[in-house]
């Protein structure tokens, strides 16, 4: 197909991935999702990438990966939420060694922060634009006049004796059988901290939860306006193909 690649999202719980329409931004396959397996270690995080690409039965020369560490010049220099021993890892190298094509790596949050300030929903916004993505861990993006500034990663500020991300993630939410209305009101403070610092012009929440703004929107009490990413779930898919595609 002309003008597709695919993305791949690896996160700390689930890895997803589909071919991506350059053009449009859209999924013009199916999304395959694999769990994450436990420790997610380099062994087992490539066997279900390799799997996601021969179930799609891609044959691109190149595919983009959205992964879920800061990334310097391609090596992973971070592991919250993956195995230490991808610490040092050149993560282009490895996939593109793993999968037999050429693989490029970007941070999970930057690659759905350019989904949405290419196709979506930050597209054409000027001024300072945060997007959060809510799941395992918390991941951001930041971008001034459609800028991307890469590895903020504000999920791993320090936050009430303790890492903002432990604070207020989905996987908190969970974990700690938090109603949707306590978590709600965690994610509230995050975001006016955030919002006191950054003074945003949008603020943009990523990840499964998002989904749910609706049912919690009345509490976030921040000026700045917040809404949804457009692209949902898909938003780390969709930004690693077109990563991979203007810079490849
Ligand atoms: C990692 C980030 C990542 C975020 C979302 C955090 O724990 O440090 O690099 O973007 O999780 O996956």
């Not at 971008?143 to 303790?162: A, D, M, Q, S």
């Not at 049912?215 to 077109?242: C, E, H």
Request: aromatic share 6%; with cysteine.
């Amino acid at each position: 197909m002309e003008n597709t690649v695919l993305g791949i999202d690896i996160g700390g719980t689930n890895t997803k991935g589909a071919i991506v329409d350059l053009t449009t931004g859209k999924l013009v396959s199916e999304k395959i999702k694999i769990p994450t397996p436990p420790g997610a270690t380099p062994e087992g995080v490539s066997q279900v990438v390799k799997e996601i690409v021969e179930t799609l039965g891609y044959n691109g020369t190149k595919l983009g990966v959205g992964f879920p560490s800061i990334i310097r010049n391609g090596i992973c220099c971070s592991n919250s939420n993956i195995s230490q021993k991808w610490n040092g890892i050149d993560l282009n190298t490895h996939f593109s060694e793993v999968l037999g094509m050429h693989a490029l790596c970007i941070n999970d949050a930057d690659a759905a922060g350019i989904a949405e300030s290419h196709y979506g929903n930050a597209n054409e916004q000027l001024g300072t634009v945060i997007l959060l993505t809510i799941g395992t861990g918390i991941g951001s993006a930041l971008f001034y006049n459609g800028v991307l500034i890469p590895n903020t990663e504000f999920g791993r500020l320090h936050f009430k004796n303790g890492i903002l991300e432990q604070y207020a993630s989905n996987k908190t939410r969970k974990d700690l059988e938090l109603s949707m209305d306590a978590w709600a009101n965690r994610l509230n403070e995050v975001l006016l901290h955030i919002e006191f610092i950054f003074s945003p012009d949008l603020l943009i929440l990523g990840g499964g939860i998002s989904q749910q703004l609706e049912s919690y929107q009345d509490l976030l009490m921040t000026d700045t306006k917040i809404i949804p990413a457009g692209f949902r779930n898909n938003a780390g898919i969709v930004g690693a193909a077109q990563f991979v595609s203007q810079n490849l």
